[in-house]
């Protein structure tokens, strides 16, 4: 805390999970250590956060880059009048500059990054009046750093010593496996994690430097870059990215994109949309969540947006055709969930020859076979499925969700209709699947 020069008249909002370091050490254990006032949000959810914030007059907080474009994002469609904020700290994932900047016009104060690990944090931190953006930041207290093969190593009194059995411990050194460059200054700059660069031809690429070139798109609000293997090159570029509320932009819009600020090694061979990217606990972008997604390379690849952006409604017993226009609370992350269980089910129904066939649109649209009395039947107690011409209906049952996320939807006998309409192949040849 010293470090950014939080005292005891600083009022700190807390509302990062408990469950992690971040949370219980950085900021609710420090906060008390210190003295200072903090304010508990039990929950996430951005407009609840805004709302404690203008009325408790915080002045400190810490969160993931995730969490911050959802601050964001609610501020920009409903204003508060937030004065009392004199620094926010970000962490757990790349912290993209222009977040930082954007971050700084809207609060009027600085987003700064830091870094850490739960074998010891923090390590790393910018200060507001050395910020670096897009840097880690330079080494706190005690702590020793060196580089290895570009892999970051650590140590201090703060760093745990070991693990039990097999740990990345090398003479009290921790290797983070995270690969870094230090410049002349001693701030600490990220270009990715060992396990995941990507190797185009004996050259090595970051995943962190593409998304963070992407980044820079307006319309991009999350991006995941991984390697998609290649029997030329070994491996290529693989994007995937999540639109910003409002903004529309093709793949070859963001490859073009990015050949402005990368060398052509280093741009996407591929540009694939999501609702919402994969995310573990944290809220941290998992890469290898997207490993095997990308489906086989072909003309009709299905690259759409919209292919995960369906029409949710809701529906009861009562009144099966009153429309619903969104779940409250529902998250990227359940819409997510939702899709992929939607998906896995439909890819084990049996195949039939009238709804395969090559000018079926449901075909064209890289849809597997749809079989009516395999959806009449599919998973019974969970998912109901009916087909209506080049329309695939599926419902959910609320109160099967409940137990994925107990205080998304309350139990009852509601349930949620997904409707995916599927229209025909177009004139270029590439099929698109949107919500109707």
């Not at 959810?45 to 915080?58: F, I, K, N, P, R």
């Not at 395969?356 to 075909?363: F, K, M, R, W």
Request: aromatic residues 8%.
């Amino acid at each position: 805390m010293e470090a950014w020069g939080v005292t005891a008249e600083d009022h700190t909002l807390l509302f990062t999970s408990m469950a992690h370091a971040s949370g219980a050490i950085m900021l609710l254990m420090s906060s008390l250590w210190i003295s200072a006032t903090t304010t508990i949000v039990p929950i996430f959810d951005a407009a609840a956060v805004l709302d404690t914030w203008e009325q408790s007059g915080a002045t400190f907080y810490m969160a993931l880059p995730t969490l911050v474009r959802a601050l964001l994002t609610e501020q920009h469609a409903n204003p508060r009048c937030i004065t009392s904020g004199r620094l926010a700290i970000c962490g757990g994932d790349t912290v993209p500059v222009p977040l930082q900047h954007e971050y700084a016009v809207m609060f009027g104060h600085p987003l700064v990054e830091g870094f850490g690990m739960t074998e010891g944090l923090p390590m790393l931190a910018n200060r507001p009046e050395t910020n670096r953006p897009g840097s880690m930041g330079r080494p706190l207290g005690d702590i020793e750093l060196r580089v290895v093969e570009g892999e970051m190593w650590v140590r201090g009194s703060g760093i745990a010593t070991g693990y039990w059995g097999d740990s990345p411990f090398e003479d009290s050194w921790l290797k983070t496996g995270d690969l870094v460059e230090i410049d002349a200054h001693g701030f600490v700059w990220f270009h990715g994690r060992k396990k995941e660069i990507i190797v185009r031809g004996g050259s090595n690429i970051s995943p962190q430097e593409v998304e963070e070139t992407l980044y820079q798109h307006p319309a991009v609000a999350e991006a995941g870059v991984i390697g998609e293997p290649d029997g030329y090159w070994g491996e290529v570029v693989l994007a995937y990215v999540a639109l910003s509320e409002g903004h529309t932009v093709t793949a070859e819009e963001l490859v073009a994109f990015a050949r402005q600020h990368l060398a052509e090694y280093k741009c996407p061979q591929r540009v694939l949309f999501l609702a919402g990217l994969p995310k573990g606990p944290t809220g941290k972008v998992q890469r290898r969540a997207l490993l095997g997604r990308a489906g086989p390379k072909c003309s009709s690849m299905i690259s759409d947006y919209s292919l995960v952006t369906p029409l949710l409604h809701q529906r009861s017993r009562q009144d099966c055709d009153r429309p619903f226009a969104g779940l409250p609370g529902a998250s990227d992350a359940i819409l997510c969930f939702i899709y992929w269980m939607v998906s896995t089910v439909l890819s084990r129904i049996p195949k039939t020859p009238g709804i395969n066939s090559p000018t079926s649109p449901l075909a064209a649209a890289g849809f597997p076979g749809l079989h009516r009395a395999a959806l009449s039947t599919q998973n019974a107690r969970n998912l109901d499925f009916d087909v209506d011409g080049d329309a695939i209906h599926v419902a959910i049952h609320r109160h099967r969700l409940s137990k994925f996320r107990n205080k998304l939807y309350s139990r009852g006998t509601s349930r949620i209709i997904l409707r995916f309409v599927v229209n025909a192949r177009s004139s270029s040849g590439t099929s698109h699947v949107g919500a109707a």
